[in-house]
């Protein structure tokens, strides 16, 4: 009897587990890594696949690539930099450890040097609990982009001129 009980647990658990998993989505992204070159910057964006324990969980980051191809600084504004959703400017970008603090001020990419970091939405950060009764203190995640269009409006300078190159991709799944 036990032993047809065990028998039983085991095979539900198992279909359980396949019914789980044939159900989660396949994440897709068109284009895989978007580019826009202008005579200056080469900038590349491509979305970060967050994995939580094993399982897929959607597209949560951007790693932000910027090439300068000149002899001047170029500069990054971030205060004029966006996270876009549908087309439109939602909101800025973190980095990774600092939810909820959007970007600030300027980052500079010195003379045929590539600037390179993963940057994840302001608006899809989110508390996700306290971490232990012992040491009360909020977790933070970044939640996935949703599906349908989505990508970055970023602001650059070399020298006296200013350029804005807006970058997006499609996620389905």
Not at 15 to 28: D, K, Q, T
Not at 76 to 81: A, C, E, G, L, R
Not at 134 to 154: C, F, Q, R, Y
Request: net charge neutral; glycine share 10%.
């Amino acid at each position: 009897m036990v032993k047809k009980l065990f028998c039983g647990m085991m095979l539900g658990l198992v279909i359980g587990s396949l019914v789980a998993c044939s159900s989660l989505p396949e994440w897709r992204v068109t284009p895989l890594a978007p580019k826009a070159s202008n005579q200056w910057v080469d900038v590349t964006v491509t979305p970060v696949l967050d994995r939580q324990y094993g399982i897929n969980v959607g597209y949560t980051g951007i790693l932000l690539e910027v090439h300068n191809k000149t002899n001047q600084d170029v500069t990054i504004n971030w205060d004029d930099s966006f996270y876009l959703q549908a087309g439109q400017p939602n909101g800025g970008f973190s980095l990774q450890g600092t939810l909820g603090a959007r970007l600030r001020g300027f980052d500079i990419i010195l003379a045929n040097e590539t600037y390179v970091t993963t940057i994840y939405p302001v608006v899809l950060a989110d508390s996700s609990g306290i971490s232990t009764l012992s040491d009360p203190k909020l977790n933070w995640v970044h939640k996935a982009m949703p599906t349908g269009e989505n990508g970055i409006s970023i602001k650059l300078r070399v020298g006296s001129e200013e350029m804005r190159e807006k970058l997006t991709f499609t996620i389905s799944g």
